[in-house]
């Protein structure tokens, strides 16, 4: 488990994805996120996958995210 970990961060930094940003996005879309689609949420993947208006919605109405960031989680 430590070595995927260590890998996934690793290729963040190979893809130029801030790693702690990347894991609080990762978990908050993991839910949600269709199955079949799984490897759109893979680093290299990652910014393509951002630029999706479903992504941009489930992190946008993300509680857990808003509090994160330092937003009123109530606030839209």
Request: one cysteine or more; glycine letters at 4%.
């Amino acid at each position: 488990a430590n070595t995927l970990f260590v890998s996934l961060l690793a290729s963040c930094q190979m893809h130029g994805i801030e790693p702690l940003g990347y894991l609080r996005d990762l978990l908050c879309l993991l839910p949600s996120w269709p199955r079949p689609r799984v490897l759109e949420l893979a680093p290299a993947s990652w910014q393509e996958t951002l630029k999706q208006p479903e992504a941009q919605q489930l992190l946008a109405a993300n509680v857990f995210r808003r509090i994160a960031l330092g937003e009123h989680p109530t606030a839209m």
